[in-house]
């Protein structure tokens, strides 16, 4: 019962290197969603996946890429990695459907500093 | 777009009732959550209301819905130094992600 999974925890780039993050979920939920966590900004939404072979951007998706590799799997990737990516990523995934709830479940982050 | 405002701080001592306000603008909102935080983790589900509801109570949170003002609170009755958290808002969009909050840190002491 893993739930979320977040690879790696932790990751120090340079300036224009490349990257990345990588998320599954054991839970057979169909959405998949990347947010970034910055101070005083909240949780901003960066991409998501409302089903397999989908994606689509949400508020902030300038200078990242996804990739829904199959249902489990999400993964979030930075071409040239920006000082302004330095953040904290969390992958979240959720069942679907309009008729009931479905809270998000998050995987613990990755930190990623850009210096 | 869709909004969702909170004030970013709350001080409480232990034993205090806490009362987190939430505000959305999206009046279409179908569920309305709270999320908790701890330090270093990810955000945990604590509870929801569905928008034709008026109140939830869930042991020791409280969750009350003004759909009218479009005004969401959060009480947490007999607050604990283990509350401190940060708490975020959260509505549903017209598509399937939800927009979040920019958080409430609640600090309780002893």
């Known amino acids: 019962n893993a739930g979320v999974t977040q690879t790696p925890k932790f990751q120090v780039l340079k300036t224009g290197q490349s990257m990345t993050l990588q998320c599954a979920q054991d839970?057979?939920?169909?959405?998949m969603y990347w947010y970034r966590q910055d101070p005083g900004m909240g949780l901003r939404l960066i991409y998501y996946?409302?089903?397999?072979?989908?994606?689509d951007k949400g508020e902030v998706p300038n200078g990242y890429n996804v990739s829904r590799l199959n249902k489990r799997e999400f993964s979030l990737r930075l071409e040239s990695a920006a000082p302004s990516q330095t953040s904290v990523y969390f992958c979240?995934?959720?069942?679907?459907?309009?008729?009931?709830?479905?809270?998000?479940?998050f995987g613990s982050g990755t930190r990623l500093t850009v210096v | 777009g869709e909004d969702v405002e909170q004030s970013l701080f709350l001080s409480v001592r232990e034993g205090d009732s806490s009362v987190i306000n939430c505000t959305y603008t999206?009046?279409?909102?179908?569920?309305l959550y709270w999320y908790k935080q701890e330090p270093g983790a990810g955000l945990q589900l604590l509870t929801y209301?569905?928008?034709?509801?008026d109140m939830k109570q869930d042991q020791r949170l409280t969750v009350l819905l003004n759909k009218k003002d479009k005004h969401l609170s959060l009480r947490i009755a007999d607050t604990q130094t283990g509350d401190s958290a940060i708490y975020f808002c959260?509505?549903?969009?017209?598509?399937?992600?939800?927009?979040f909050g920019k958080g409430t840190t609640l600090s309780v002491s002893s």
């Open positions: 999206d009046s279409s909102s179908t569920y």
């Open positions: 839970m057979n939920h169909n959405s």
């Open positions: 959260a509505e549903r969009d017209a598509g399937t992600a939800l927009i």
């Open positions: 996946s409302a089903s397999e072979g989908t994606t």
């Open positions: 979240a995934s959720s069942e679907e459907g309009w008729a009931e709830n479905y809270g998000y479940t």
């Open positions: 209301i569905f928008s034709n509801m």
